[in-house]
Each structure stands twice: as C-alpha cells, then as structure tokens.
C-alpha cells in the first residue's frame, strides 16, 4: 500500500513501537512529498505565466 492511508491501516496490526515509527515515517514523507509537489507546481505556474506574459507581449 503505497498511500498515507495504507501505512496507517498497517501500522494499526503493528506493536506499539514499531506502529508509532511508522506512523511517524509515514507521515513526514508525506509532508514532503506534498511540499516538493506545491514547490514544483508554483515554479511551472511562475514559468507558464512569464510565457504567456513574453508571448502576449509580442505584436
């Protein structure tokens, strides 16, 4: 199970230790994940609208 969602449902048969360092593994690599893809995505949008603004400019 390759989700945030999975890792919890898997953590919940683990022991205690072993259920709480995953849920905590599980849990930064999703805040990661999800700040690299806000980071890339406001750099393509920065990228898209400096084109756009090149293109328009052009008569």
Do not use: C, H, W, Y
């Not at 683990?14 to 849920?23: E, G, K």
Request: aromatic fraction near 4%; proline fraction near 3%.
């Amino acid at each position: 199970m390759a989700t945030l969602g999975g890792a919890l449902a898997v953590a919940e048969r683990l022991p205690a230790d072993a259920a709480q360092a995953l849920t905590l593994m599980a849990r930064a690599a999703f805040t990661v994940a999800l700040q690299f893809t806000a980071l890339t995505g406001g750099a393509l949008m920065l990228l898209a609208s400096v084109l756009a603004a090149r293109m328009l400019k052009r008569p």
